[in-house]
Nanobody, 126 residues
Framework: QVQLVESGGGLVQAGGSLRLSCAAS????????MGWFRQAPGKEREFVAT????????YYADSVKGRFTISRDNTKNTVFLQMDSLKPEDTARYYC???????????????????WGQGTQVTVSS
């Protein structure tokens, strides 16, 4: 089992940047494919990005491709989401998620992830 704690959210102007972090407990962080999702009020939770266990493969939602970068540091049990050129429509609560994986799967559905953090709020003002 793994516990996830997100940090780094906040209020930023459109065009600005934020870097989210997700710290994981446990000794088997490298066994998990990691993902970021977001949920705005009144909307369903949506996929943002995912990264393979080694960090060698990534996949992004079209809405964030070219602006967001997911990365991980397995020595520090942490996954990151660098968010640049932020837009008001990026406003949401951002969640970190972990999935037990043997190989690489492009996991874009929340049901494919077993563990979740509590989320961190990102608000982008126009």
């Amino acid at each position: 089992q793994v516990q996830l704690v997100e940090s780094g959210g906040g209020l930023v102007q459109a065009g600005g940047s934020l870097r989210l972090s997700c710290a994981a407990s446990g000794r088997t962080f490298g066994s998990y494919q990691m993902g970021w999702f977001r949920q705005a009020p009144g909307k369903e939770r949506e996929f943002v990005a995912t990264i393979s266990r080694s960090g060698g493969m990534t996949y992004y939602a079209d809405s964030v491709k070219g602006r967001f970068t997911i990365s991980r540091d397995n020595t520090k049990n942490t996954v990151f989401l660098q968010m640049d050129s932020l837009k008001p429509e990026d406003t949401a609560r951002y969640y970190c998620a972990a999935a037990i994986r043997v190989g690489w799967v492009v996991g874009t559905s929340p049901v494919e992830y077993e563990y979740w953090g509590q989320g961190t709020q990102v608000t982008v003002s126009s």
